[in-house]
């Protein structure tokens, strides 16, 4: 009788390994559930030196076919991986075989990252290792949340519905992030604008009414001064020990913040503080929570739902967060879990969540649903970061204008305040 090797949780959600005979896997997947553990990875031991049903010839020549190493670099991009996922569940739904579907699939791929590992999976799968195991090989793609939601699928017998529940939450988790960018490419455009033009101004204009203000010989107040000694340092003509132009930094000022945040962000304690001032913020700190608490609500309730042991779940949507704040009230939900307490409690006590989500949660709890209950808020949060993004463009593009208006207006005071000295000197001496 063949022996399989699992991977289980106990009631207390702790992880445990052990092997047990069965005729088949799902025979195994009953006796382990039968000892009270919940099961999340079950696979038929081989025995060492077996050969598979493809012999060393059919390996050979599947290696060579892939003609050669596939050398990628970098992610698979989210909107690629979204397409896969809902065209596998399409497939899945449709009845076909599971290698089937993924070779279908990796036939139509463009050669690149995906399609290299697509090959990779088939070729685990027609090996006689789960989905999910294959998957968690290449986190570059499959992220921890997506392959426990697949190895949920595949314990449970409902692979094509959780493929399809784990293709909606891509779906919309991507319609949120493009809403925020679109909506953010304005005020940039206009921004980027704004500062070229002004760069352009400082380097190629006011040099020109410099040497109209030397020739005239007029005493400069201190505003034109000021423009004209930043007019100069933008130039790169401050001082001779100026070596980079000050349209450099400049230019390259919004590059240097990102790659320093990016640095900070490495380290808990910069990433923990990042966090908590972006949080913070007016205005845009209430669109970073809606959009925080619309990503681990939806995150939690499709794992929930997926079948994945709440303590687990909430791990994992602790992980994927993004956010430190939420991060560390997960963990504390976690734990409050564990020793057989509720969830809301610890949520209300950390203050990182409005009373209506925390109520919404605590109903969940109740009536035994709390998975709907999260999809619930995630659905209501996303209307709520559409409209604080609505408000937020009503407030910036006044602000732009503001702005911009007040740059260009000191620049145009700086320069025609010698102007008029000289026009009266000039009608002065003329009379």
Not at 58 to 86: C, D, E, H, P
Not at 96 to 115: D, H, N, T, Y
Not at 312 to 317: K, S, V
Not at 361 to 368: A, K
Request: hydrophobic content about 45%; glycine content about 10%; aromatic content about 6%.
């Amino acid at each position: 009788m063949p022996t399989f090797t699992y991977e289980a949780l106990n009631s207390a959600g702790k992880p445990q390994k052990g092997s047990i005979e069965a005729s088949t896997s799902e025979e195994a997947i009953q006796q382990i559930k039968g000892q009270g553990y919940f099961p999340t990875s079950v696979r038929e031991q081989k025995i060492k030196g077996q050969a598979g049903p493809r012999g060393d010839g059919a390996k050979t020549k599947k290696k060579k076919k892939g003609g050669g190493i596939n050398i990628s670099i970098g992610k698979v991009s989210q909107k690629r991986l979204t397409l896969f996922t809902r065209q596998l569940s399409t497939l899945q739904d449709a009845g076909l075989p599971l290698l089937r579907s993924i070779q279908i699939l990796e036939a139509q791929q463009k050669p690149g990252k995906l399609k290299s590992i697509l090959g990779g999976v088939a070729e685990d799968v027609e090996g006689g290792g789960t989905l999910s195991d294959s998957m968690a090989k290449h986190p570059k793609a499959f992220d921890r949340l997506y392959c426990k939601m697949v190895n949920a699928g595949e314990i449970g017998g409902v692979l094509d519905v959780i493929l399809q529940r784990l293709a909606n939450f891509m779906e919309k988790s991507q319609r949120l992030r493009r809403r925020i960018i679109g909506a953010m490419i304005y005020p940039s455009v206009v921004i980027l604008i704004a500062v070229l033009i002004v760069t352009g101004i400082m380097v190629f204009v006011i040099p020109k009414f410099r040497e109209i203000f030397d020739d005239f010989e007029v005493e400069l107040p201190g505003l034109t001064l000021w423009l004209i000694d930043a007019s100069m340092w933008v130039a790169g003509e401050a001082s001779e020990d100026q070596i980079i132009p000050g349209w450099v930094w400049i230019l390259a000022s919004p590059i240097l913040i990102f790659l320093f945040l990016k640095l900070v962000r490495k380290t808990g304690p910069g990433r923990a503080a990042t966090d908590i001032v972006r949080n913070r913020i007016p205005v845009l700190g209430g669109l970073i929570r809606k959009t925080a608490i619309a990503r681990f609500t939806r995150t939690l309730g499709t794992l929930i739902s997926a079948g994945v042991p709440i303590l687990e779940a909430i791990m994992i949507t602790r992980d994927t967060s993004g956010n430190y704040v939420y991060e560390k009230a997960l963990t504390q939900v976690h734990d409050s879990i564990r020793e057989g307490e509720t969830f809301a409690t610890p949520l209300r006590e950390s203050k990182v969540c409005d009373a209506l989500v925390v109520n919404m949660i605590d109903v969940g709890e109740e009536t035994g649903d709390l998975d709907t209950m999260l999809m619930k808020i995630a659905d209501n949060y996303d209307e709520e970061v559409d409209v604080a993004v609505q408000s937020l463009l009503s407030l910036l593009e006044p602000l732009l204008v503001v702005v911009l208006g007040t740059v260009v207006g000191t620049i145009v005071l700086a320069l025609f305040l010698p102007l008029v000295k000289m026009i009266e000197s000039v009608s002065g001496g003329s009379l």
